[in-house]
């Protein structure tokens, strides 16, 4: 008898926790519900990717202006050995603005930069390591043994040169600039040195993303295919932003891309190779 008893308690035990697990009964989203927590979701996506996307870009600013000031320090360096002469552009060293004579990369390379620094990261995912300098068919060994093609634009002088005569420069000291009639002495603190590359196959002004910031085709190929240049921090829109530039007293600024007026004299950036194509601005 008291086996039973105790057998119908544990029954009736069981069946209360059975009677109560049932009464148990979610309530599914709606249609409804689904929909708003869906549009809530891309409102945050909507005010939250910009600001990702702004963060991404100031933080590639800082490792581009990073760049450059390393690069002026060991160009700095150089010129303490050579009498303050910057690198020369006689043709066979290069002529771009970004052609760098092997002299100059090879003593920067002592001094401390890697190859990394000679390639401003705006220009991912198109230009990658392997593009840039890893690979041996890279823009680094294109012009071995005279010169290497780099991400940064240099304002050297020489008979060489693509640069306007007003642009180039000789000594990383004040010295003395020709423009035909025009003859001035440039002041290091604005004087650009080392620049971000921007470059176009057209120069109407205003500019506009008709010249051509994206796909400037030139003499490199990798892996028998031509391979397009494109202009760093590029925008929305194919115009660039702006670039990093190293004045010649050594401090390193960001310089917003202003080339909206029809009159150079009006305009922020100025085209540094006068009639020649490529063009290179900043």
Request: glycine share 10%.
């Amino acid at each position: 008898m008291k086996q039973k008893i105790k057998d119908r308690s544990r029954g009736s035990s069981l069946g209360q926790i059975s009677v109560s697990n049932h009464g148990i009964n979610p309530r599914a989203f709606t249609s409804l519900e689904l929909l708003v927590v869906i549009a809530v979701l891309a409102i945050l996506a909507a005010i939250l990717l910009p600001a990702l996307a702004s963060t991404k870009e100031k933080n590639i600013r800082i490792v581009c202006a990073n760049n450059e000031k390393q690069l002026y320090t060991s160009l700095q360096i150089y010129c303490a050995e050579k009498g303050d002469k910057l690198p020369f552009l006689d043709g066979s060293g290069g002529r771009y603005p970004w052609d760098a004579p092997a002299s100059f990369t090879t003593a920067t390379m002592s001094y401390g930069c890697t190859k990394k620094t000679f390639y401003c990261p705006s220009t991912a995912p198109r230009f990658t390591d392997q593009v840039n300098w890893m690979a041996t068919n890279s823009l680094w060994n294109y012009g071995v043994p005279n010169f290497n093609i780099t991400g940064y634009s240099y304002a050297f002088g020489g008979g060489g040169s693509m640069l306007g005569q007003q642009y180039q420069n000789f000594t990383i000291l004040s010295e003395v600039h020709t423009n035909g009639a025009l003859i001035f002495v440039d002041s290091p603190p604005t004087r650009e040195l080392i620049a971000d590359v921007i470059l176009s196959t057209g120069n109407s002004l205003p500019a506009s993303a008709s010249d051509n910031f994206t796909s400037i085709y030139g003499g490199f190929t990798q892996n028998g295919v031509g391979y397009p240049h494109l202009s760093a921090h590029l925008r929305t829109g194919g115009v660039p932003s702006g670039g990093n530039i190293a004045f010649k007293d050594g401090h390193v600024q960001w310089r917003k891309f202003d080339a909206s007026h029809p009159f150079v004299s009006a305009n922020n950036t100025k085209v540094r190779t006068g009639s020649n194509n490529p063009y290179f601005w900043w």
